[in-house]
Nanobody
Framework: QVRLVESGGGLVQPGGSLRLSCTASAAPSDYETIGWFRQAPGKEREGIACVSSLYEHIYYRESVKGRFTISRDNSKNTVYLQMTNLKPEDTAVYYC?????????????????????WGQGTQVTVSS
């Protein structure tokens, strides 16, 4: 089974930037969607961005559009989440996960149920 490992979290001031990485233990053998999720204390885990294996599809939650950019380097089996203009409300544990479903709104926004192979998460804290 493919394992995913997230990295790149940390403490950043409001308005700052971070780049998260999600590295897979193997390359996809078929169409695959990698999604980034986040979970703030006391809140449900929410999908924020996804990308398909060959960039056929990309989707963002409305609240992060224009601030977050998802990308992937298939030579490194890694998906990135570049986060800019960070806000205190972006504070959460960030996770990546895999799905065989198409990367688009209904897959990502319906919650974690469409995804598996979850990583351990990386903490992002936005505070002055």
């Amino acid at each position: 089974q493919v394992r995913l490992v997230e990295s790149g979290g940390g403490l950043v001031q409001p308005g700052g930037s971070l780049r998260l990485s999600c590295t897979a233990s193997a390359a996809p053998s078929d169409y695959e969607t990698i999604g980034w999720f986040r979970q703030a204390p006391g809140k449900e885990r929410e999908g924020i961005a996804c990308v398909s294996s060959l960039y056929e599809h990309i989707y963002y939650r409305e609240s992060v559009k224009g601030r977050f950019t998802i990308s992937r380097d298939n030579s490194k089996n890694t998906v990135y989440l570049q986060m800019t203009n960070l806000k205190p409300e972006d504070t959460a544990v960030y996770y990546c996960a895999r799905s065989s479903l198409k990367c688009f709104g209904p897959t990502l926004l319906s919650g974690p149920r469409n995804f598996g192979s979850w990583g351990q998460g990386t903490q992002v804290t936005v505070s002055s």
